[in-house]
């Protein structure tokens, strides 16, 4: 794989490489509070927000859908940072680089499917835009692995791969597995490739977000993803696992 490194593209060598921000777009107002809040810890580098959200079943709250983009953009106007959101297809591409949100996420439950992976990939061929690619909600290092090379072979230099854990049916303190040897694996495999965590999805209680992180930094993993919302009690998704 051809690899950038994060700090030719990020212009900074501040390592963790910090990203944050609600679980979903919910609201303007929820979007503007969160970032300021953010802001204030002067160590956010990228806003995440979910505009589409993949949920389990149909009747939960499926994302603010394309409004949300706006407010995305707001928040980089207002606050400065760099903003990511997660992509599922390629009207999704299409309408995220069109309101310019900087980095693209691929997410889980998008990963398992080489289809859609390379729909995504087919889509961002030609831009330059940063794509992060998280692991496969099963713990499977070579379609991982194939996706990340999707994205590569689409152009896409700016990449790096996010470890947020797997799904398993053995009853477990985490919402999702780490299996930290499979990040590990990656990292040997990949010495060039940036590699993050995402503690929120692993843990999915706030209690976990700390021990999680500081076992990513332990392992020199290059920064964190981390789920923040201004009033996480009332978040429309993962409320449990989202902080203040
Ligand atoms: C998310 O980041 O909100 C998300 C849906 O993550 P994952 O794809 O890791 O489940
Ligand atoms: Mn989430």
Redesign the pocket.
Known sequence: MQITPLQDWLHTVEKPLLISGP??AESKEQMLETAAQLAETGIVKIF?A?IW??RTRPDSFEGIGTKGLVWLREVKEQFGFLTAT?VANAQHVKEAIAQQVDIL???????VNPFSVQEIADAIKDTDIPVLV??P?NPDLQLWIGALERINKAGITKIAA?H??FSSHEHSAYR?IPMWEIPIELMRLYPDLPLLC?P??IGGNRELLAPISQQAMDLNMAGL?L?SHCNPDVAL??KHQQNK
């Open positions: 679980c979903s995440r979910g959200k993949p997660e996420w691929i997410g889980a439950r998008t990963v998280k692991n909600i996010i947020r854990g999702n995402d929120s999805h993803m789920e998704s993962d």
